[in-house]
């Protein structure tokens, strides 16, 4: 992961450069649901994973059951039916997550438009650890990067009023009508 920067200084008349080593080999990924009810303060929940093999043939980001299990971890955490709202990532269109999703009846799930993230509260909070958490910051190894990670989204987990600016920044809104039996 190319660390962002956030500030950067050179003599005048002359452009800082901002050298960085290595390469981005997908060794860590992370999943995050940002959970809103009304009345109630907002959640983060999120799955760190760890790949153990990054040179192999193998699987270098989250797999469907992944994003199964994130799902039933949340609605047993959250002990309420789920309102997804998915972007278009491939796994989230995997024919197998679907099937589960719509065999479940505590999930509903909706999909955003293709080339949406400005609607996705999550984006927002990907932008806050790297506003906040990875900028100017050259990592000495993987543990030290999952180490600050790891830390921002625990102290966003304890900020709910930045999930719910996450939320405006989108322009979606909370509603609590539900959709009556006929």
């Known amino acids: 992961m190319t660390p962002p ?12 450069v901002i050298r960085v080593r290595g390469r981005s080999q997908r060794r860590f990924s992370i999943a995050a649901l940002a959970c809103y009810k009304p009345g109630e303060r907002s959640r983060l929940i999120f799955r760190p994973r ?19 299990d994130l799902l039933i971890a949340a609605h047993t955490q959250l002990d309420a039916p789920l309102v997804l709202v998915w972007d278009n990532l491939n796994v989230h269109l995997d024919a197998r ?14 999909q955003l438009p293709p080339y949406a993230p400005d609607l996705n509260p999550v984006e ?36 709910p009023d930045l999930l719910d600016g996450c939320l405006t920044g989108t ?10 039996p006929q």
């Open 124 to 159: 927002g909070i990907w932008s806050l650890i790297r506003r906040s958490g990875q900028c100017n910051t050259a990592f000495a190894d993987l543990d030290h990067l999952i180490r600050i990670l790891r830390t921002r989204l625990r102290e966003i987990q304890y900020h």
């Open 97 to 110: 997550l679907r099937t589960f999703i719509d065999d479940r009846d505590w999930i509903t799930s909706f």
């Open 5 to 16: 920067t956030r500030r950067s200084w050179a003599k005048r008349g002359r452009t800082p």
């Open 50 to 68: 760890r790949h153990a093999d990054h040179k192999s043939k193998g699987r270098r980001s989250f797999a469907w059951s992944d994003y199964r």
């Open 171 to 180: 322009g979606l809104t909370l509603t609590t009508s539900r959709r009556q």
